[in-house]
């Protein structure tokens, strides 16, 4: 059973502290930039891959380290990943984050996370979350990919056009949600051939 409860967070308005600047480090700063552009994310390493910097200074709101992780890192963060090639570094992240109260994602190790990042299908306002419950990254990969290739671009002016019908319902909360579920059924309604 999946017992994740989904969220999306405004990344732009919180503190994110990546441990490891080499390919992981890479795929999961790559990520985040694609989600929110403008998350504030500080990035922690020895040493950074050419992949790695070339991401990292594409984007304003990055700041690079050089350094060894160390606990005074984790100051003013909210959300933590240790992406580092060892595994004993990557517990001390985990353990020390959770010693504050922070959410930490340690990269390959699902049971030292408190939190996934799966795969994401973004359509302009519209965001999908796909959760494997960390089973198997590569299926939400494959629907992911899916899901970008059944949804339409246009679903985007879907969503202003529902937006708009939506302000101008007058009434109580049970009368809007009753005539924005009638006219949101036909998109959930199967074709009879």
Same mark, same amino acid.
């Given at each position: 059973?999946?017992? =994740? %409860? $989904? ?5 732009? &308005? ?20 694609? +989600?929110?552009?403008? /998350?504030?994310?500080?990035?922690? +390493? ?12 594409? /984007? ?7 350094? +060894? %992780?160390?606990?005074?890192?984790? /100051? ?14 990557? =517990? ?6 959770? &010693? ?9 190790? $699902?049971?030292?996370?408190?939190? %996934? ?18 089973? +198997? ?8 990919? =899916? ?5 339409? &671009? ?10 708009? %019908? ?19 059924? &036909? ?7």
């Amino acid at each position: 059973m999946n017992h =994740l %409860y $989904p969220i999306f967070l405004k990344l732009h &308005e919180l503190n994110v502290l990546i441990v490891g600047g080499g390919f992981v480090g890479t795929e999961k700063l790559q990520f985040i930039l694609k +989600s929110s552009p403008e /998350a504030q994310v500080r990035v922690v +390493s020895k040493e950074f891959c050419s992949q790695f910097l070339e991401l990292a200074l594409e /984007a304003k709101n990055v700041t690079l380290i050089e350094d +060894s %992780y160390h606990e005074k890192y984790l /100051a003013g963060k909210h959300l933590v990943i240790g992406a580092t090639d060892d595994k004993n570094v990557n =517990l001390q992240i985990r353990n020390e984050a959770k &010693e504050r109260f922070l959410l930490v994602n340690v990269a390959d190790t $699902p049971e030292l996370c408190d939190f %996934y990042l799966g795969g994401i299908v973004t359509k302009g306002n519209l965001k999908v979350a796909i959760s494997t419950n960390g089973k +198997s990254p590569t299926a939400a990969k494959r629907i992911r990919q =899916l899901l970008e290739e059944v949804l339409p &671009e246009e679903f985007d002016d879907l969503l202003d056009n529902l937006n708009a %019908y939506r302000a101008t319902l007058k009434g109580d909360f049970e009368y809007k949600v009753k005539a924005m579920n009638e006219v949101t059924e &036909e998109l959930v309604r199967k074709v009879e051939v």
